[in-house]
DNA sequence: GCGACAG
DNA sequence: ATCTTGTCGC
């Protein structure tokens, strides 16, 4: 996967803001996408008092949710922790270990928002403009937006509002299970991500990408202690 | 000014 | 995210 270079890391709050409303424009909300053989999830942890960043990348495989190739990478801070800024703080590492993946997906599963974001760039959103690839924004919690409690049925959901629009869709992928927060990363439609996130969540109230992917990290973490 | 706030 | 024990339940 080719990276387009649009930006440096090391910015100030300010500019961060400027380059997510600039790319922001280049969000595609509709289905975008090809035949979808391989899906990547991505995660990432934080240890040494949050001085050392360690992100993974697991590609599934579509039919079966098994893992067919999988990377952890080590990288440092270089961002503090801004709700809204998310990106700037966890790309870096996600961006490294990319570069080391051999099996080029066709979807990529994150954890965090798409446009479900006051700018209308989350995490999800980054990654997918910056490799062009069709993303998705899976968040555990909410990060904005006004919904009504969703039926407590697996596959029930309630639009996620916010300025008269409909940004997300909070998903209950379990009976009676908390539901998950989510929106369009870029080049797929919220319809069609939400049929990936349940096909992607048989089992479990988190899809199989970012529960592997959390288990590697985790992994690592312990193994470098 | 006050409260909210992805991981 | 991470700091942290036991505990209720399938």
Request: charged share 20%; hydrophobic share 40%; glycine share 6%.
């Amino acid at each position: 996967m080719e990276t387009l270079i649009t930006h440096p890391w090391n910015l100030n709050e300010t500019d961060a803001i400027k380059i997510q409303q600039e790319l922001a424009l280049k969000v595609i909300t509709v289905d975008a996408l090809p035949q979808i053989h391989y899906i990547a999830g991505v995660d990432v942890a934080y240890s040494e008092q949050s001085e050392k960043l360690i992100a993974a990348v697991v590609i599934l495989e579509s039919a079966s949710l098994k893992a067919v190739e999988s990377v952890v990478v080590e990288d440092t801070v270089r961002f503090p922790y801004i709700p809204g800024l998310f990106s700037f703080r966890e790309l870096p590492p996600i961006i490294k270990a990319f570069e080391k993946i051999k099996t080029v997906p066709q979807l990529v599963v994150c954890d965090g928002q798409g446009v479900a974001h006051p700018r209308r760039f989350g995490l999800a959103s980054h990654l997918g403009v910056l490799f062009d690839i069709p993303a998705i924004g899976c968040g555990k919690t909410r990060l904005l937006g006004d919904y009504t409690e969703p039926d407590q049925k697996r596959g029930s959901s309630s639009p996620l509002v916010d300025g008269g629009a409909v940004i997300g869709n909070v998903l209950r992928t379990q009976d009676n299970i908390r539901p998950i927060y989510i929106s369009v990363g870029h080049r797929i439609s919220l319809p069609t991500a939400c049929e990936w996130i349940l096909k992607l969540s048989p089992k479990y109230r988190l899809p199989e990408t970012t529960r592997q992917a959390d288990q590697l990290v985790r992994k690592h973490q312990k193994e470098s202690m």
